[in-house]
Every structure is written in C-alpha cells, then in structure tokens.
C-alpha cells in the first residue's frame, strides 16, 4: 500500500480531481502496484522555501513496501515521475524534490491489523 504525498505552494485549483488520478496512475504504474492500493494526499497552498526562493515548488514523499528500498530502484522511480510533475504542473525539475521512504510490512496498519497479517 504506497502513500504518495504531494506538498506545494501552488494554489489548491491546480490540483484537480482528474489530476489526483493521473497522479495515481502514475505512480502506481512506476512502482508497479495497483491503483486500488494506492493512498494519495495533496496538500496545495503551503508557505514554502526551496533553494532560496518561494516560487512555485513541489515535494512528494513515496512511502511504500519493496520498492523504495534502494537506490537504483529510486533512480529509476525518480527518472519516471519528474517528467510527470514537471509537464503537469509547469515546473522546472529544480522546483520539484522527491523523498522515498522504504516501509516494513509492519509499519502499515490496516483492517485492524498490521499488512504482514494481511
């Protein structure tokens, strides 16, 4: 179950529904998981800094199990998902940082439980 987690001091308009989606999709498609397991959280208008200025920037964190446990593969993830955000959004790929986060089974809850139950 991957968590994606979009922050941006872009307006919340930016963000439409059928952006979450292709955003879903996206992701979903580079870390090669479903799109039902995906967990997606966009929080548009932050105050934000990156590199010195306040122009328009995003920071997504990919939290999942598996597949952000090494280097090479969040190179390669990295090499998919700029290209999206930065043509999506009209950044430049210095506007954009990506954070990856390995998970163990059993720092995911779900239905009571934790996933290595599941």
Do not use: W
Not at 10 to 18: K, N, Q, V, Y
Not at 37 to 62: D, K, Q, W, Y
Request: net charge negative; with cysteine; hydrophobic share 40%.
């Amino acid at each position: 179950m991957p968590f994606i987690d979009l922050e941006s001091n872009l307006p919340e308009s930016t963000f439409s529904e059928d952006f979450l989606k292709r955003l879903c999709s996206k992701t979903a498609a580079v870390l090669g998981k479903p799109e039902e397991r995906m967990m997606l959280v966009v929080n548009p208008g932050l105050p934000m800094l990156m590199g010195g200025t306040c122009a328009p920037c995003v920071i997504l964190s990919v939290s999942a199990i598996g597949v952000t446990d090494t280097a090479e593969k969040n190179k390669e993830h990295s090499a998919n998902i700029f290209p999206f955000l930065t043509g999506e959004l009209g950044l430049t790929e210095d506007r954009v940082m990506i954070r990856f986060y390995a998970l163990e089974p059993h720092q995911v809850g779900k239905k009571g439980t934790v996933m290595s139950y599941l």
